[in-house]
């Protein structure tokens, strides 16, 4: 399925809420809805990344933190976030509000940031190969048209 992002700026009505005082209006200033946005976009192409590096189960339950499909999206009982300073992995769930410092430790793994060079990598060797071959192919064809030149050359001097 398609994913679809939203950029949520200003005075925003969640209805679930359970504020008194807001009746369920927010405001989002820019800088904040600025993080929100890069986070979620992130993570969302992330899931692409992972589908690509470990398959579907993998990515479907962000690492292991939530439901095995992608209609469950509750994080695992149990699943908290790591203590202050260490860092925050992007694709995993977490129970609980997020720390204050979230933005500020939130991280793609390293084992993550490997896979996408290893992605990479075959697809800059199939390109590659890609290439080889159609200048190879290229270069038999120029071979034979030099041959063909060459043979009449040498029927019209005779």
């Given amino acids: 399925m398609d994913r679809e992002l939203y950029y949520k700026v200003g005075y925003t009505y969640y209805s679930d809420s359970k504020n008194d005082s807001t009746k369920g209006w927010y405001c989002r200033k820019t800088s ?28 479907y339950s962000q690492k292991g933190t939530s439901g095995p499909t992608w209609i469950q999206q509750d994080p695992l009982p149990g699943t908290k976030y790591p203590p202050s300073p260490k860092e925050i992995d992007l694709m995993k769930y977490a129970e609980g509000n997020e720390p204050i410092d979230y933005y500020d430790r939130l991280v793609l793994s390293q084992e993550d940031s490997l896979g996408i060079g290893w992605l990479s990598k075959i697809k800059i060797l199939s390109i ?22 060459v043979e009449c050359q040498y029927t019209t001097k005779i």
């Fill in 32 to 59: 904040f809805a600025d993080l929100v946005f890069q986070e979620t976009s992130a993570h969302e192409i992330g899931h692409q990344l992972l589908f690509d590096f470990r398959g579907r189960n993998y990515t």
């Fill in 128 to 149: 590659y190969c890609v290439f080889y071959l159609l200048l190879s192919c290229n270069s038999k064809i120029n071979n034979e048209v030099q041959r063909k030149t």
